[in-house]
């Protein structure tokens, strides 16, 4: 990681016990700001420079939030590791580690056929 700053570059030097001359700079200084608005200009005075003095931690944190939803290189393998399914006869919800082709319920008993499975997907 290369560390550097995105700033606005302008600047007048002043005589700094001169303090009109200073409250004249700043003056100046709001009016160039105001136009280079204005005229769309502002752009150009941003500007990016590579400053090794700084620290990750001076890196504002909405910069550092913007890449939270990227996706990895990786992918992963979905392994369904069970199946749920409501007893019709006394609503009880039960859980089959495999498919066979009866299930029996864990609360009554009663063994029932399976008729369709679905799978559950998240809303993403
Ligand atoms: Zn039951």
Redesign the pocket.
Known sequence: MRLGKVYISTKYVVDLDDKSMVDEAKTCMFEDITNAVKYDELINWIKVKEDNSLSEADIPEFLKDEGEDKIEDETVDVIASGYEWE?P????L?NEIELTETVM??????HFNITDFHHAYGNH
Do not use: P
């Open positions: 007893c006869h006394c609503e009880t039960n319920c864990s609360n009554c008993y009663k």
